[in-house]
């Protein structure tokens, strides 16, 4: 980097993000969003952990094969066989990088029984290993905020001396403040030898809602690596959001002169993408890509807003690629005007998908005086949750409801392969659950059961969420309709065609290796 205030944009989406509990990626949502981070600008991705199961392996591989711009990482435990099955993964890639990583608190070290001489040798032999095989390493020193400063030193030293051209300094718990973290920057390139010829990184976890300020604050410091996610996804409280990052130094640049590579335009299209083949929604008050973020109710703020839009906005909409006119869409809008709207909405979408979505636009159409921008939205995401590729498929279902009782008739396409039952229950909706589990009978557990309405009125789209685990496995379920109870059984069969898929996507040992946050 001859730019000394040029930040890089490490995106970790589809391996951290991918870690929250059920919000586990297809092989073709993995692609698409892959496609679309290499689109944005996006410096590195991490496409994923390739030893933790066959699934994660083909998706790194195929993501190294197609990405034309942005370095395609595989993250990889400070194991040799690890870091050969992250070479095989990422070696196709026109720029790869191999990230390999190791606890180095003393809560960790306990974990391999290692004492530092022993974690010491054992960075030394993995990062060389890693080196040899690649030309660009990144090496982690997991939960780096709790760990003793001069046993910091001397492992970044040892693993610049191995080979390693990035250092990243995670906070893996969420556990620093903002000037801890830039002092522990400071700190490492004052003492550490060679720390100035290399990249240090900054990965920061959100358990206390400082994630955003903690890596601004390390860059301040001289990172020049901040590593984020899409909405912020990840585990737990999630992690630095990149949105948040990467606009906080396009509007603040006046006391963060800093640069990246990121076309801003394309923020609010990849972070429905991401909501919508995740599971996760972002909330209402998100800041950046959150429904409320350019809204105002307010009688001072229209008033203001009204005289002059920057009286209560620090950023346009367009920034994010948000369009700011409207087209009016209603049943009689045609094929064009709804692609129109999709672009302006932030969504590139291809024929077949449009397709798709067409029908669905219209059928809604018919029952609804309107339709709103968040009516399409949830069309979208509905429609990339719910596929004609799924094992279970929802086909038909009555409802009968009231003082007399409940019951649902269902018909299912199971495995192409139609089934009805009949079910009655202590509601409609759990009338519809048990007859979903008399035609697909499974020991998962419901854990989560939420309704939103996506717009005013008795006539709004809802939209359910669902969240089930079974064996350890979490995984959700989404879907919209203006029938509650229809969108209930759709979000609940979807999160069972989530659960087929990662029982699938198991490891060669039948069972999925710890994806260690850091």
């Avoid at 001397?154 to 390693?164: S, T, W």
Wanted: include cysteine.
């Amino acid at each position: 980097m001859t730019d000394q205030n040029r930040v890089m944009i490490f995106d970790t989406t589809l391996r951290d993000g991918e870690q929250s509990p059920g919000a586990t990626m297809s092989h073709a949502e993995k692609l698409e969003i892959a496609q679309m981070l290499n689109e944005m600008g996006v410096d590195v991705i991490e496409a994923g952990f390739p030893i933790a199961s066959e699934g994660d392996f083909a998706a790194v591989s195929e993501i190294a094969k197609v990405s034309d711009h942005s370095i395609i990482c595989g993250l990889s435990r400070a194991q040799l066989p690890d870091i050969d099955r992250c070479w095989e993964a990422v070696k196709h890639a026109r720029r790869p990088r191999i990230h390999t990583f190791i606890g180095t608190s003393p809560l960790h070290r306990a974990i391999p029984n290692l004492d530092m001489d022993q974690m010491a040798e054992r960075i030394e032999q993995t990062v060389t290993h890693a080196r040899n095989l690649c030309d660009d390493v990144q090496w982690s020193a997991m939960d780096a905020t709790r760990t003793e400063h001069d046993y910091l030193c001397r492992v970044v030293e040892i693993a610049i001396k191995a080979g390693a051209s990035t250092i990243n300094i995670p906070d893996t718990v969420g556990y620093t403040a903002p000037r801890e973290s830039a002092d522990l920057i400071r700190m490492l390139l004052e003492r550490v030898p060679g720390a100035d010829g290399i990249i240090f990184a900054t990965h920061c976890h959100n358990d206390l809602g400082m994630a955003t300020a903690n890596s601004l604050a390390a860059v301040e410091a001289g990172a020049r690596q901040i590593e984020c996610t899409i909405n912020g996804l990840g585990e737990r409280a999630g992690n630095t959001a990149l949105e948040e990052v990467v606009m906080a130094m396009r509007v603040r640049n006046d006391i963060m002169p800093f640069q990246t590579g990121i076309d801003t335009t394309k923020i609010m299209g990849i972070s429905r993408r991401v909501a919508a083949v995740s599971g996760f929604p972002v909330q209402f008050n998100k800041a950046i890509v959150g429904k409320n973020a350019f809204l105002h109710e307010s009688g001072i703020h229209q008033d203001g807003v009204l005289k002059n839009v920057e009286t209560f906005e620090i950023m346009r909409p367009a920034d994010i690629g948000l369009n700011e006119t409207n087209i009016a869409m209603g049943k009689h809008s045609g094929r064009a005007a709804l692609r129109a709207k999709l672009k302006d909405l932030g969504y590139e979408v291809g024929d077949n998908q449009l397709k798709d979505i067409f029908v669905r636009f219209k059928a809604l159409a018919d029952r609804k005086k309107e339709v709103y921008d968040e009516d399409i939205v949830a069309l979208v995401q509905d429609a990339a949750a719910n596929t004609g590729d799924d094992h279970l498929q929802v086909k038909h279902l009555r409802v009968v409801c009231g003082s007399d009782g409940q019951t649902a008739d269902l018909t299912m396409i199971v495995d192409g392969e139609e089934k009805t039952v009949h079910a009655t229950g202590d509601g409609p909706v759990d009338a519809c659950f048990n007859a979903v589990r008399q035609i697909f009978p499974h020991d998962a557990q419901l854990k989560l059961y939420q309704v939103h309405a996506v717009t005013e009125g008795t006539d709004a789209q809802a939209t359910v969420s669902v969240r089930m685990e079974e064996d350890g496995r979490i995984v959700n379920g989404q879907a919209a309709d203006t029938d509650t109870i229809l969108a209930s059984t759709k979000a609940y069969v979807g999160a069972l065609n989530h659960l087929i898929m990662r029982r699938a996507q198991s490891g060669r040992d039948g069972k999925q290796i710890s994806m260690y946050s850091h």
